[in-house]
């Protein structure tokens, strides 16, 4: 099972599986896990609500910012090379 991670502010849109199932999209407005795995609160771009949402495999996250840098550490004096 592949886990996606997400943070507030990403997009989740969910396509639909069979013929007739309409696209639907939000925005990730709330973690429920400092990590950013699911579940998500998702604001639904059709009606404004806030659901709980699990991501299925129909579910792509777009990271609409970038992830923030990690901090590298000071090489140590006089190393090895």
Same mark, same amino acid.
């Given at each position: 099972?592949? *886990?996606? &991670?997400? +943070?507030?502010?990403?997009?989740? $849109?969910?396509?639909? *599986? +069979?013929?007739? $199932? #309409? *696209? +639907?999209?939000?925005?990730? #407005?709330?973690?429920?896990?400092?990590?950013?795995?699911?579940? &998500?609160? $998702? /604001?639904?771009?059709? %009606?404004? /609500?806030?659901?709980? &949402?699990?991501?299925?495999? %129909? @579910?792509?996250?777009?990271?609409?910012?970038?992830?923030?840098? +990690?901090?590298?550490?000071?090489? @140590?004096?006089?190393?090895? *090379?």
């Amino acid at each position: 099972m592949v *886990t996606s &991670y997400a +943070r507030v502010g990403d997009e989740i $849109v969910v396509r639909g *599986t +069979r013929a007739g $199932v #309409v *696209t +639907r999209d939000g925005e990730v #407005v709330g973690l429920h896990h400092a990590d950013g795995s699911p579940p &998500y609160d $998702v /604001r639904w771009a059709d %009606d404004g /609500r806030v659901t709980l &949402y699990f991501p299925g495999p %129909d @579910a792509e996250i777009r990271h609409l910012t970038r992830w923030p840098e +990690r901090k590298r550490e000071p090489e @140590a004096a006089g190393g090895v *090379t």
